[in-house]
């Protein structure tokens, strides 16, 4: 794997044709570190937000080692991951999926939102009693970007009963929520734990831990975090309201907080068309976010410099397909000269760029390099001051 001290050395050596994504793994490793220094807790990765060696790599080296998966591939891959424990945290799974990872893969963590889900693990896994079971509950979303509640979770009564029903079969017991993706506020997780207090009073079970998902933010160009300490302190202070006693266990599954800084995507400029740029990656590739949710992620030009009386414009991008949705409305941020032929860096995609990618119309390929300098944006320490130099 090539190594450059920037996207801008990267174009000055080489011209390519294709886009590249660009690792920085050592801003893996510092989001990792921090979250281990300060999280009142376990630290799970999720697993899904990227599953780069390199990325995962530099978590490994930051210390750690436990891992959220939620597919029986994602298993199979992260199993190769020397003394990692693994957690099956998808609510519904299938039976295939729940027997190999109990007998094969020696997963003992589940999570469920039902009876029936319950009765299926207990099922394939033959009434193990070493099972640590989570029971999925749904919490308000409040100022995420990616609300999760409909799908999963259970609520009320019916999660008292589950919760009773659970307590009776598994090792330990757990209650777990998500308060939703990029989420800006510690509010969420203030609002979650109360919840939980509730369900844990109403229901009267000795619980022995609870996971609070993901959901911890990174910095984009449209959106301006609440700094990570605040969120760990109202974790701190809602954890410590809960009826549990001293033993219980608090864990969290961040993603794209530990991997969003570390992975930018270098693309070339095909065509423009007034203030719409025709790039050669999109929604269909590492942009899905951009697409699909608004994400508006920092770019900056790095083929050439731009005059510096240059005044910066907005311009939209479309991708390269043939399909009309392949679009990032933006705005993003540029010199008004670009034109074809330039190259742009789009900083901060690590989480779910790399992952959500597909071939559709022959794309999908990726040149591959590492970076070493700082990414456009971070949420970490003496580094979280804006580097982005052509904001």
Known sequence: ?????????????????????????????????????NFPGEVAYAYK??????????????????????????????????????HFMHPVKSRTAIRRAYYEFGVRCFALDTEEELAKILEETGHAKDLQLFVRVAVPAKNSRIPLERKFGITGQKAAR???????????????FHVGSQTTTPDAYVM?????????AKAGVVVDAIDIGGGFPSRYSDSEPTPLSAFIEAIRHGFE???VGDSCRLICEPGRALVAEAESLIVRVDARKGNDLYINDGAYGALFDSAHLGFVFPVRLV?????????????SMWGPTCDSIDY?????????SIREGDYIEIGNIGAYGRAIASNFNGYGRYEEVILLDEPMYTMYGDARKQVIQNA
């Open 1 to 37: 794997m090539e190594r450059f001290p920037s996207a801008a050395a990267l174009i000055a050596h080489t011209k390519p044709d294709r886009p590249v994504l660009a690792a920085r793994p050592h801003a893996a490793g510092r989001a990792a570190r921090w979250f281990l220094e």
């Open 328 to 336: 990032m409305k933006g705005p993003f941020y540029l010199p008004e």
């Open 49 to 86: 937000a990227n599953s780069s060696v390199f990325l995962l790599g530099a978590l490994f080296g930051a210390g750690i080692r436990q891992f959220d998966i939620a597919s029986l591939p994602e298993l199979e891959d992260a199993a190769t991951i020397p003394g990692a424990t693994l």
């Open 192 to 200: 979650a734990l109360e919840e939980v207090r509730k369900l844990i």
């Open 303 to 315: 083929s050439r410099e731009p005059a510096k009386d240059e005044r910066m414009v907005p311009f």
């Open 162 to 176: 589950l919760l009773v029903k659970t307590r009776q079969v598994a090792d330990e017991l757990g209650i777990t």
């Open 241 to 243: 309201k809960l009826p």
